[in-house]
């Protein structure tokens, strides 16, 4: 017992060490709870972001929760935080990860008190810059999410938002909020949830039409394009175009051998 003190005390500093290495959290309206841990190996799992540690009945996220689609590895819960109908605000901490100065994020609707899917944007995918590429607790909060257009909801209606934020290399992290829709006469006061901006925090819009960018993909692609439909086209009339040649030298011939 002893002797196993300083081992779990090493993995129990891990663990906590780790878990400081979190992700993203909504501070409103809330969210399924905590899932910023990461434990197991990599080794237990084979390599699954999820798995069971060998010899025991425990999950294990070795890369951590918040990779896991949807809501990243937890379920809906039953304590819902009421949402007016109209939309309203959301307070997010992007950077309580290393390695999130620049991010794309995506806020996304789920209807149903258990959503089928997660297919509705609310807001469009935006880009922010944070203080630093360290684990930061700078935050934002944008005032008014609307719903997204054409959905209507009554009060009483339940929901899930869904927060994603991409890693600079393109995985995904995962969190959710539940709702229930009540009247937009219950919109808190930003004052009063805490909504503010963190000077730090820089926000742009993500174009799809920023060619810069792409230049060289395009120029590869009108190329492949070129050497794909063209070249063969190129050989197919030259190719014709001898056989007509021969077509018309041999009647000309025969015209001239049996004229
Ligand atoms: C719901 O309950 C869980 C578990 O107690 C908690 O972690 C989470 O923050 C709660 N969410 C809201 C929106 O109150
Ligand atoms: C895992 O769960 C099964 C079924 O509940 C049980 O029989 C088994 O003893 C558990 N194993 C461990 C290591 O806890
Ligand atoms: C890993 O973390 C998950 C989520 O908090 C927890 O349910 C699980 O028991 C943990 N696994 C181990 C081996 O501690
Ligand atoms: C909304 O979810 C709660 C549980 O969180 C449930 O009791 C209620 O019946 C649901 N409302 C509707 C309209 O399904
Ligand atoms: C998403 O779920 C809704 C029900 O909430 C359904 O009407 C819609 O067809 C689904 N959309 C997709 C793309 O699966
Ligand atoms: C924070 O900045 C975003 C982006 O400019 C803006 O939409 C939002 O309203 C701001 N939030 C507050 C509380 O001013
Ligand atoms: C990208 O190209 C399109 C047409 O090729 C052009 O209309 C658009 O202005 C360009 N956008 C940028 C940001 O250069």
């Given at each position: 017992m002893i002797g196993h003190f300083p081992l779990s005390a090493v993995l129990c500093a891990l663990s906590l060490l780790l878990g400081a290495q979190s992700h993203m959290m909504i501070n409103y309206p809330g969210s399924h709870g905590w899932n910023l841990v990461t434990n197991g190996t990599v080794a237990?799992?084979?390599?699954?972001?999820?798995?069971?540690?060998p010899g025991t009945n425990e999950t294990v996220y070795?890369?951590?929760?918040?990779?896991?689609?949807?809501?990243g590895g937890l379920p809906i819960t039953q304590n819902r935080t009421n949402w007016p109908v109209t939309g309203g605000p959301l307070a997010v901490q992007p950077g309580l990860q290393a390695r999130h100065s620049e991010a794309m994020m995506w806020v996304n609707l789920g209807l149903g008190t258990v959503p089928a899917n997660y297919s509705l944007i609310m807001v469009p995918v935006f880009r922010i810059t944070g203080p630093s590429n360290e684990e930061y607790h700078d935050g934002f909060c944008l005032?008014?999410?609307?719903?997204?257009?054409?959905?209507?909801?009554?009060?009483?209606?339940?929901?899930?938002?869904?927060?994603?934020?991409?890693?600079?290399?393109?995985a995904s992290l995962y969190t959710c909020v539940d709702i229930t829709f009540v009247d937009s006469s219950?919109?808190?006061?930003?004052?009063?949830?805490?909504?503010?901006?963190?000077?730090?925090?820089?926000?742009?819009?993500?174009s799809w039409e920023d060619n810069s960018s792409w230049a060289w993909y395009r120029s590869g692609q009108t190329i492949g394009l070129g050497l794909g439909l063209g070249l063969p086209l190129v050989i197919a009339v030259a190719v014709l175009s001898y056989f007509l040649w021969k077509a018309r030298k041999q009647i000309k011939t025969h015209k001239r051998l049996s004229g």
């Open positions: 237990d799992t084979d390599g699954l972001s999820m798995g069971v540690a070795p890369y951590g929760m918040q990779w896991q689609f949807p809501c005032s008014h999410v609307p719903l997204p257009q054409g959905v209507t909801v009554n009060p009483g209606d339940n929901a899930t938002i869904q927060v994603i934020e991409t890693a600079k290399q393109g219950q919109t808190p006061s930003l004052d009063s949830i805490g909504c503010t901006n963190s000077s730090s925090i820089g926000f742009s819009t993500v």
